[in-house]
């Protein structure tokens, strides 16, 4: 979810990804650098690794997937109401509209899909803004058609705020995040049914259940390598950070609260992003968009490093199949930065 409190350099920015062409991405760290703050993690990620520009020119790019089946990334443009593929080379290509908002009468607002993820057979998930649903693709991800099946739709029979991000787990359950952000007017919608803004899951069985209601802005959504804690993003002003939950074996919460405020990191943020999206790596940290760019966060809360992204918010970020590359949705860019193996 983007928030308006920032300013843009669009000028500079025009400049230096001008080399960018579509047969290559532009090799160039004048959009941001790499910061090491632990010697834990100097094997994962160089401070001397390039910030590729791999896409640009998108509104507000969101939720990134890649898929190791199709070795292919997709990622949202919220406001545009499409998803976008990326397939190793040339420029990102649109790959399906509409993806949020499938109603023909005119709505303001985010109307597109936003997080997205795979299931465990690798189908296609997506949150959908406009239509507040939370829906599986039905079609071929080789010949995607705007035709969905919605797995959930309310909660005890009043519309969704507008979920945002999602993540599922080995045994196909899904959990997913539902901010106003989607709203046209956020808190204030005269269409907005419920007061509060929830974190769900959806088990296996199809079941709906609230897992919390206490988290203001719930965002990023993600879970640990044994799927045994789920990690929670908030994006409020006020009270930014990320919180950490256990799981039983039924993957409802047991425990938990807050891993870490990012409310002194924005308070020194050139860019002030709140905690948006994030992903888990194999050992367990957290690669987390927020203040300044995507924050790595060591499973006890501490900062390891900054994959800094000058004058754009980034807004959710993933990892390939094995995990030595990560893409970052950033505003208007699509990036890439090779980690270490």
Request: hydrophobic content about 35%.
């Amino acid at each position: 979810m983007k928030h308006p409190l920032f300013a843009t350099l669009l000028g500079f920015l025009s400049v230096c990804y001008s080399c960018n062409t579509p047969e290559a991405p532009a090799k160039t760290n004048l959009i941001g650098k790499i910061e090491i703050y632990d010697n834990s993690i100097a094997g994962q990620i160089d401070s001397n690794a390039v910030i590729e520009v791999i896409g640009r020119h998108y509104n507000w790019s969101e939720g990134p997937v890649w898929v190791p089946a199709k070795q292919m990334l997709l990622f949202s443009a919220v406001k545009e109401n499409k998803i976008y593929k990326w397939a190793g080379k040339d420029s990102p290509v649109a790959y399906l509209t509409p993806s949020g908002y499938t109603d023909t009468a005119f709505r303001d607002g985010e109307n597109g899909s936003n997080g997205l993820a795979l299931d465990k057979d690798g189908r296609l998930l997506l949150c959908q803004s406009g239509n507040r649903h939370v829906v599986r693709l039905n079609s071929s991800l080789d010949a995607p058609q705007a035709v969905y099946t919605v797995l959930a739709e309310n909660y005890k029979g009043k519309k969704f705020n507008s979920p945002n991000d999602l993540v599922a787990d080995r045994n196909n359950n899904i959990y997913f995040t539902d901010p106003i952000y989607g709203l046209p007017k956020h808190e204030n919608d005269p269409t907005r049914e419920l007061n509060f803004e929830g974190v769900y899951k959806i088990g296996k069985d199809g079941k709906l259940s609230l897992l919390l209601d206490s988290i203001v802005r719930p965002n990023g959504i993600a879970l640990s390598p044994d799927e045994k804690t789920l990690y929670v993003g908030s994006s409020d002003s006020q009270h930014a950070g990320w919180y950490a939950y256990q799981l039983d074996s039924s993957g409802n919460i047991q425990s938990g609260g807050l891993l870490l405020s990012a409310t002194p990191l924005l308070e020194k943020a050139s860019v002030k992003q709140g905690a948006d999206g994030f992903k888990v790596d194999n050992h367990g940290n957290l690669f987390a968009t927020g203040p300044d760019g995507v924050l790595i966060i060591s499973p006890a809360g501490k900062i390891l490093g900054l994959i800094k992204v000058y004058n754009h918010p980034t807004s959710n970020c993933a990892f390939n199949e094995t995990k030595d590359v990560l893409y970052i949705t950033n505003d208007s860019l699509v990036l890439r930065v090779k980690l270490s193996h």
